[in-house]
């Protein structure tokens, strides 16, 4: 497994901000939206054939042309306040099968991306991705942190609209963050390295729906914006959300109206208390969701 | 290239061999695999090398199929004489990768191969009665060219790659000369065989390595499997019509392809107990 850098440029105690595709692909539109719009620049990527099958070929006249890989895709930027190397991975690359990554080559992914961010000297590592939360999907999703040491727990509750994973109800106690986005902190953490995961809450209904969330990778943004001291443009987020919540306001519309009701209720309580629906109502969502986008596509979405 | 991705059973002298390579996972019409048995058989291939299984294949438990365990294989043989390797093996789940470049550099530094053919059945709606085509996909320009005037046709297509796809681009970072062979197979043969296209690209290696195979054996089947066809389409008419359809070149509906993929490959999984109908017309003509 390769790292081809194209150029060698000077940082200073950079920042690694990764991301990976993952639920309503919040994490990973957050950080791509933030590479563009501070134009990074791209300078190294990690030979992809080791890791993944080619998605494409193109065969023209009788002729292979060429393969079509999975980016995986370096990029640096110096701003006034820090510099910053960037990864975005297209895929999660794993040994056996499966949208999220696992096993041996993910750990060797999350070993190539860190030995190039401690090459440029880096010292802490972001990650992002989305919590399942149990939220109306008209509030403001939250930043919810998962962070590597308890000086960084005191230093991302002054984040913007951010708090801790333990502040959420039935939390407390551990989880996992699958994939990448939650391994490349583990190895980052082995390697001594500070580790912040951001996650952008996404209703509980939503997270099996195959939309993307940008409401959520809005949240995330903000976040950052607010760590880099730099204002951000978010008209192309905010237009992508919009579309998205008319898809979930036509779905939602469907739902029985005793599960609307329960549902409601979530606007009124504190999030981390939040809850509203019964088990048997989550039940019922959750069958009938593929069936819901179903008739809300035939219905002319 | 760590040796212990393969074994070597014999190591033989060649001078720039060709490198003949069937799949057998998702065969369709049964080609790969036929093709690479048949040459195997005909010119006395000797087994000389295996890609070990581990690490590419799930190895959990026992597959089978048909009653009969299914271990997956990754065989390399030599027919020296004609200067061919043949190789069969099951699509790697895993690793693939790692395992086309050990099938490559088994072939290239252990016996200095030249060029590459790969041979798989591609799903057509044509009928079984229409000509068959190969179409064609080749690594570099000027091995197309030094295939020229073999009939073949050239492919066109932008999507997901097959595994030959991805051995051809990986043979062309090695300098190695590749074609991907796909002989037409009608989609209501490609669940069984199609000798027809089995023979075609028999044929088309017959010529290209003046092999002087006896293809006599791949004629009779292919009667045989027309009549089976022959005898369903007398049966049932609605077979009858949507084979008609095709043959007129025209397209079926997907419940209609649907029907006619079912009917066939159960026809054609009896052993037929009945003498050819002699007199019955073939069915070209009908």
Same mark, same amino acid.
């Given at each position: ?301 | ?23 057998? %996972? ?12 048949? *040459?195997?058989?005909?010119?006395? !291939? ?69 060029? *590459?053919?790969?041979?798989?059945? %591609? ?11 190969? *179409? ?14 073999? !009939? ?100 079926? !509906? ?33």
């Amino acid at each position: 497994m390769v790292v081809r850098f194209y150029g060698e440029p000077e940082l200073k105690k950079p920042v690694l901000i990764a991301g990976w595709p993952g639920i309503g692909n919040i994490g990973i539109a957050a950080v791509d939206t933030l590479r563009e719009q501070i134009q990074a620049e791209e300078f190294g990527k990690i030979e992809p054939w080791g890791f993944f099958y080619p998605k494409k070929v193109s065969i023209k006249g009788g002729l292979l042309r060429d393969l079509e890989f999975p980016i995986n895709n370096f990029y640096y930027k110096r701003l006034e306040r820090k510099d910053l190397i960037f990864f975005i991975g297209e895929e999660q690359p794993s040994s056996q099968g499966g949208f999220y990554a696992k096993g041996e080559k993910a750990y060797e992914m999350a070993n190539l991306v860190l030995d190039v961010a401690e090459k440029f000297g880096c010292q802490r590592v972001y990650t992002s991705g989305a919590c399942v939360s149990p939220i109306h999907h008209r509030m403001k999703p939250r930043v919810i942190s998962v962070v590597s040491s308890q000086k960084l727990k005191e230093e991302t509750k002054k984040y913007p609209n951010t708090i801790l994973i333990s502040e959420i109800e039935e939390r407390g106690n551990g989880g996992t963050i699958t994939g990448l986005n939650g391994l490349l902190l583990t190895v980052a953490k082995k390697r001594g390295l500070e580790s912040i995961c951001l996650m952008g809450e996404i209703p509980d209904w939503l997270s099996g729906a195959p939309l993307p969330y940008p409401e959520a990778s809005k949240s995330v943004l903000e976040v950052f914006a607010d760590i880099l001291g730099i204002s951000l443009d978010f008209t192309e987020l905010d237009k992508m959300a919009l579309k998205i919540e008319g898809i979930i306001e036509e779905i939602y519309e469907k739902f029985p109206s005793e599960i609307k009701e329960r549902y409601e209720q979530r606007k009124f309580v504190a999030q981390a208390e939040s809850k509203a629906i019964t088990e048997e109502d989550a039940k019922w969502i959750k069958e009938h969701i593929d069936e819901l986008f179903k008739k809300g596509k035939e219905d002319g979405e | 290239m760590e040796n212990k991705l393969f074994e070597i059973y014999k190591a033989l002298q060649f001078h720039s061999p060709s490198l003949i390579v069937g799949w057998q %996972t998702h065969d369709v019409g049964k080609i790969g695999s036929r093709v690479i048995d048949f *040459l195997n058989e005909k010119l006395g !291939g000797q087994e000389i090398a295996e890609i070990k299984p581990s690490g590419f294949f799930s190895l959990e438990g026992a597959m089978f199929e048909n009653d009969l365990i299914q271990v997956p294989e990754s065989k390399l043989w030599a027919c020296q004489k004609n200067g061919l390797l043949t190789f069969k093996s099951d699509v790697p789940e895993y690793e693939q990768y790692k395992f086309l470049s050990a099938v490559l550099h088994l072939a290239q530094y252990h016996c200095k191969v030249k060029e *590459l053919y790969t041979i798989s059945g %591609t799903v057509s709606l044509i009928a079984h009665t229409a000509p068959r085509r190969i *179409l064609t996909v080749f690594n570099k320009p000027e091995f197309r060219k030094r295939l020229q005037g073999y !009939g073949l046709e050239d492919l066109t297509w932008e999507g997901p790659p097959a595994i030959s796809s991805y051995l051809l681009w990986l043979a062309r970072r090695r300098g190695i000369s590749g074609v991907s062979l796909w002989p037409q197979v009608p989609f209501y043969l490609a669940a069984k065989e199609d000798p027809e296209a089995i023979k075609l690209a028999l044929s088309f290696l017959n010529r290209r390595f003046n092999l002087a195979l006896d293809l006599t054996e791949l004629d009779e089947e292919i009667v045989r499997q027309k009549e089976k066809i022959a005898r369903l389409r007398d049966e049932n008419r609605e077979i009858n019509r949507s084979i008609r359809v095709l043959q007129m070149g025209l397209s079926l !509906g997907e419940e209609e392809q649907m029907k006619l993929a079912r009917e066939v490959y159960e026809v054609l999984s009896y052993p037929c107990h009945c003498e050819p109908k002699a007199k019955q017309p073939p069915d070209e003509y009908r």
